[in-house]
């Protein structure tokens, strides 16, 4: 059984126990959603966190502390999440090519999510972040893991489809 098997969550639960194993680092500019963050976390069984208040320092968080998941805002000062994230996910001799991110944003368009699915991002949050949506998110990013890494033209990231039934056949039309 992984970290995280389902989201139902009680204090002194197993699934409790499975998120006091987890460990996290946690990239935000802003001092009040940093801390937000790292007390929902903290509601949820997680014991193991570390904080970035910018992409350089949270980058090197990931070097050192080997987290199980990132939490990155998109805002972030001196490396934003864009960037971390192609960087984590491209980059030669990357720390963690693998690494479950979820990217948080305070406000969202087509355009940024576009761009944040392309960059390898597992997960989008909304801000402000709520500890169900956090949840939520932090399952299925740490399930999304066993998935298969993929590279195909600019994108190098988590597999996006919905089945892990292998495609054995041509099914674009006109091919």
Do not use: C
Not at 16 to 26: H, I, P, Q, T, Y
Not at 70 to 87: R, V
Not at 101 to 120: C, F, L, P
Not at 132 to 158: E, F, N, T
């Amino acid at each position: 059984m992984g970290i995280i098997s389902n989201t139902r969550l009680r204090p002194g639960s197993p699934q409790n126990e499975r998120f006091a194993r987890l460990s996290v680092v946690v990239g935000d500019s802003q001092d009040f959603f940093l801390h937000q963050t790292r007390r929902t976390l903290a509601q949820l069984g997680v014991r193991d966190m570390h904080l970035a208040r910018d992409g350089a320092e949270a980058l090197g968080l990931v070097r050192t502390q080997e987290p199980h998941l990132a939490i990155i805002d998109w805002d972030l000062k001196a490396i934003p999440g864009l960037e971390f994230t192609a960087f984590l996910r491209r980059a030669e001799g990357s720390p963690a090519p693998n690494l479950p991110i979820i990217m948080t944003m305070a406000s969202v368009d087509r355009m940024k999510i576009s761009r944040a699915m392309n960059a390898g991002v597992n997960e989008i949050l909304i801000k402000p972040v709520t500890a169900d949506a956090l949840l939520r998110r932090i399952v299925s990013a740490i399930a999304a893991q066993h998935k298969p890494q993929v590279a195909a033209g600019a994108y190098i990231g988590p597999d996006r489809r919905q089945t892990s039934e292998p495609i054995t056949e041509e099914r674009r039309a006109g091919t």
